[in-house]
């Protein structure tokens, strides 16, 4: 019987052993996982840092771009509303030449028989003027033939005196 107790501690202490080393290996396997993990999450924080940095400076650049577009918008309200003036005094100006147009249209529409009074008168006027021109003319040709028949004896005479 006591080698049945003999035996039964030298099996503990084989089975001890053997959980003993199947702990040993399990932990240095755990060991190795979890050094692999801490280099893992080191170079998780270098780029986490590098993402950081990127992303602040991203963050100043939108910053200043929106700022700068703001500035921008700000001058271009000034254009818009310059443009804007531009239109109101385009507008401003076809409604007085309109109502100048349309005033004038009314005055030549009142005075319609006025003018073909005037015209009336400017045709008669230079049929007068056509008339005594002509009249002129018949006289200086009348006149230049009766010279020319007075004056024919003397010619008559100069040229047989000359040849």
């Known amino acids: 019987m006591i080698i049945i107790l003999y035996l039964s501690v030298a099996l503990i202490a084989i089975a001890f052993l053997i959980l003993v080393i199947s702990i040993s290996k399990t932990l240095n396997s755990v060991k190795e996982t979890l050094n692999q993990v801490a280099k893992t999450m080191e170079g998780v924080e270098g780029q986490m840092k590098g993402i950081t940095s990127e992303t602040t400076l991203l963050l100043n650049k939108t910053n200043a771009l929106a700022e700068d577009m703001q500035d921008k918008a700000e001058k271009l309200n000034t254009v818009v509303y310059a443009v804007q003036d531009v239109g109101t005094t385009i507008k401003n100006l076809n409604h007085s030449i309109r109502k100048v147009t349309n005033n004038v249209t009314h005055q030549i529409e009142d005075n319609q028989d006025r003018i073909a009074q005037v015209v009336q008168w400017g045709s008669v006027l230079k049929e007068i003027k056509d008339k005594w021109t002509e009249k002129k003319e018949k006289k200086l040709i009348e006149e230049?033939?009766?010279?020319?028949?007075?004056?024919?004896?003397?010619?008559?005479?100069v040229k047989r005196a000359r040849g």
Request: glycine share 0%; net charge negative; aromatic share 0%.
């Open 144 to 157: 230049s033939l009766k010279n020319s028949i007075e004056n024919e004896p003397q010619l008559r005479e």
